[in-house]
Structure formats: structure tokens, C-alpha cells
């Protein structure tokens, strides 16, 4: 068990050590998804919402796995339950709450394969944490990112406006700004003890 | 099925294999992989060993999607190959620790999410779901060549410039100051934006020259 405060957890995940901007997961979202607002923040949200359900499944699979004592299965059984997990979450949403799907929709599918939820569900395990740790550290893991995809978004919208030179375009100056973000997270190190 | 559509003529092996080098790169023309790219890129080793292992999954994984492509029925081939390539990364998890446990531990869980890494994903999707066996493993190891190489471009700069040594070993006497930023996740980020810059340039120059010529 780990012995970490709760709040620790959660200002650990998102701010110090933020999944995008420190740990690098997540970055194809985070380059794609990130020229509105307005979408940002809806994939934020889908992107905290799979991670909170990866994190209570693999939580579960590790507990079977340790049972079993079959510690080779983890990453096969990872994938293949958290992608299961969230199709079967996205059906229940839409049932019962079309409007929510709306919002979320086709996120979903596409996140499930992302390095952040992976990597979240393997951090946890070797960190070792108990079940209300795992459930903070997933929501802070989805604030932190939420957070960065959006500030992410808000300075593409503003570029719109720049005038840029050809090559800069695209990529590589999200790279550029992504580096600065990441710099000024830095200065979160130390917060929370 | 692709091998009817496009005359063998035209796309000949070594095209396969080297496309993934230059002009269809992984890494810098199709923005793929950035993850395990920015994250382990801090020293030449680390970046060796995660090019290799990709490699290693790249070729293994298109030889069975490549091999099983006329069985898997179509609505669950994503799940079918993610299964294909989450055998071999567990592989490649259990084989690197009993070569070097120093290299493991710093590479951490990123050879775990190589799973996820979507240049496999989208080379079997893309490619060997659609070509023969052999076609399929040359393009692999260009792919897997041109991911190493992209990895180590960015694991050169930050090495030398953040630690002053060359895989391990100094190069600038003691009186080298490091550039701590490169070391840092921000600097992951400036180098990968630079050479994205440098790439750019290099292909607008030659389209450019083209041009010239053509008119």
C-alpha cells in the first residue's frame, strides 16, 4: 500500500507531474484535439470520464491477477478490459442520456486507445495505490489533462489571428508552445509536499 | 487485396522498406508515436532500446496480422491485433529486464505502452492487413528503422546538450556547462518543435526547387 495523502495524490496527477505536459501521455489527443475550445474541453471531460472507469477496472483485474498469480497477463487483460469497459459504458450512455452522448460521442471509442489511460492503469498498479487513491489519482490524471488541452486550445485560437510563417505552421509550433506550457508546470514542483 | 489494385512495378521493395525512412517517416511526416518519442528520448541508450523494441513488436506483429489477415473476420480485427500486439510487448517486457534491469527501470512503463503506441496499430491496419508477408515485413523494418532513427534525433540533441556525454560518455571536458532544459520534459518538447521546423523547411525547400524546374 502506499501511504500518500489523498490531496498529494490528486495535486500530484494533475499539476506537478501533469499527464500531458510532464509524463507525456497522451499527446496525439492533445496535438489533434486542440484547436477549439470548445472540443477541448468535451474531450477533456470524455478523457477524465474513461479514466475514471480504466482505473476502477484495472483495479479489479489486478486484485484477480494477483489471486491467479498470472502477473504476464496484466497488459493483455488491461487492454482488452478497459476497451470493453468503455464500449459498454458508451452504450448505457446512449440509452440513457443521448444528450450527454452528444457531448462525448465519438471521443470515446478513439480514447480508449490512448497512452494516458494505459498509463494510468499501469502507474497505479506500480504505485501501488489502494481503490479511493486510485479513483483520486484518475480524476486528478483527468483534471491535469483537461487542464492542458484546454490552455492548449486557447493559445491555438489566439494563433489563428498571428501571422505565421509556413514551415512554423501545424505541429511544430505546438511542440514550441507545449514546451513553454510545460516549462511554466515546472514551477508547480515542491506544491502539495 | 491492395496487390491488385496497384501494379508490382510501380512500388518495388526497396520503396517498401525505405519509404518509412524518409518520406513516409513515423515520427516526423506522420506525427505518430509522439509519446515514448518525447518521453525516453533523454539519453542515447534509452532511446536505442526503445527503437529497437518497437521495431521488434513492429515486425512480429505485422508477420501474424500479415499471415492471419485473410482469417480475421473485419469487425473485430482492431481488437484481434491490439491482442497480437500486446503478446509481443509482453515479450519484449520480460526479455529487456534480464538483459539490462538499469535500462528497464528507466525506461519504466513505456515499454508496456508500446501497446498503444500508434504506429503499430496503424501499420497493421494500414499495411499489413492488406499485403503479403513479405511485403509486409519490409515495410515493417522500414518503419521500425525510421521510428529508431526519429527517436534518436531527438535522444542525440537532448544527450549532448543536457548531460554533455555521448551514451554515457563525456565529450566536453569538465568545464561544459549542461543545459538543464533539455533534460527537462519542456525541452522534449523545443527539440521535437525544432526538428519538426528543420524537416519542414528541408521539404518546402525541395518543393520548391521543383517548381523551379518544372516551369
Redesign the interface.
Known amino acids: 500500500m502506499s501511504s500518500e495523502s489523498i490531496g498529494f495524490i490528486f495535486v500530484n496527477a494533475a499539476l506537478i507531474n501533469n499527464f500531458v505536459l510532464s509524463a507525456f501521455l497522451g499527446i496525439c489527443p492533445f496535438i489533434g484535439v486542440s484547436k477549439k475550445i470548445d472540443t477541448a474541453t468535451r474531450m477533456g471531460m470524455a478523457v477524465t470520464f474513461v479514466m475514471f472507469v480504466s482505473s476502477v477496472c484495472a483495479y479489479g483485474i489486478h486484485q484477480v491477477l494477483l489471486i491467479i498469480n498470472a502477473p504476464y497477463l496484466q497488459l493483455i487483460s488491461y487492454i482488452v478490459v478497459i476497451a470493453s469497459a468503455v464500449q459498454l459504458v458508451e452504450m448505457f450512455i446512449k440509452k440513457f442520456s443521448p444528450a450527454l452522448f452528444r457531448a462525448l460521442g465519438i471521443f470515446l471509442p478513439l480514447i480508449t486507445t490512448n497512452c494516458a489511460i494505459l498509463g494510468l492503469a499501469l502507474f497505479q498498479t506500480n504505485r501501488q495505490y489502494d481503490f479511493l487513491q486510485s479513483l483520486v489519482y484518475a480524476l486528478g490524471a483527468g483534471v491535469g489533462f483537461t487542464l492542458a488541452i484546454v490552455i492548449m486550445a486557447g493559445i491555438r485560437e489566439e494563433l489563428e489571428l498571428a501571422e505565421l510563417p509556413d514551415i512554423v505552421k501545424g505541429t511544430a509550433i505546438v511542440m514550441v508552445i507545449a514546451g513553454i506550457l510545460s516549462l511554466s508546470f515546472m514551477g508547480f514542483a515542491g506544491l502539495g509536499g | 487485396m491492395a496487390d491488385q489494385q496497384l501494379p508490382v512495378s510501380e512500388i518495388t521493395d526497396m520503396d517498401t522498406l525505405l519509404k518509412g525512412l524518409w518520406k513516409e517517416n513515423p515520427v516526423f511526416v506522420q ?2 508515436g ?3 518519442v ?2 525516453v528520448s533523454n539519453s542515447v541508450v534509452n532511446c536505442l532500446v526503445m527503437g529497437l523494441a518497437t521495431t521488434f513488436v513492429l515486425i512480429m506483429s505485422s508477420i501474424f496480422v500479415s499471415s492471419f489477415r485473410k482469417l480475421i473476420p473485419k469487425q473485430v480485427r482492431i ?1 484481434t491485433y ?2 497480437i500486439i ?2 509481443f ?2 515479450v519484449a ?2 526479455v529487456i529486464p534480464a538483459i539490462s534491469l538499469e535500462v528497464h527501470k528507466s525506461l519504466g ?1 513505456f515499454i ?2 508500446i ?4 504506429v503499430i ?1 496503424g501499420r497493421a491496419e494500414a499495411f499489413s492487413s492488406r499485403n503479403t508477408l513479405g511485403k509486409s515485413v519490409l515495410d515493417a523494418v522500414g518503419m521500425g528503422i525510421g521510428f529508431t532513427f526519429a527517436i534518436l534525433c531527438l535522444g542525440v540533441v537532448r544527450e549532448v546538450l543536457g548531460n554533455g556525454t555521448f551514451a554515457g560518455i563525456p565529450l566536453f571536458g569538465p568545464d561544459f556547462e549542461p543545459w538543464v ?1 533539455m533534460i ?7 527539440v ?2 525544432g526538428w ?2 528543420l524537416f ?2 528541408l521539404r ?1 525547400r525541395g518543393a520548391q526547387k521543383e517548381k523551379a524546374k518544372a516551369s
Open positions: 506525427v505518430l509522439m509519446c515514448p518525447l518521453a481488437a491490439i491482442l500486446a503478446t510487448v509482453t517486457d520480460y512503463a508496456a505502452l501497446v498503444v503506441n500508434c496499430l532544459v527537462l520534459p519542456g525541452g522534449a518538447f523545443f521535437l518543435g519538426l521546423l519542414n523547411w518546402e
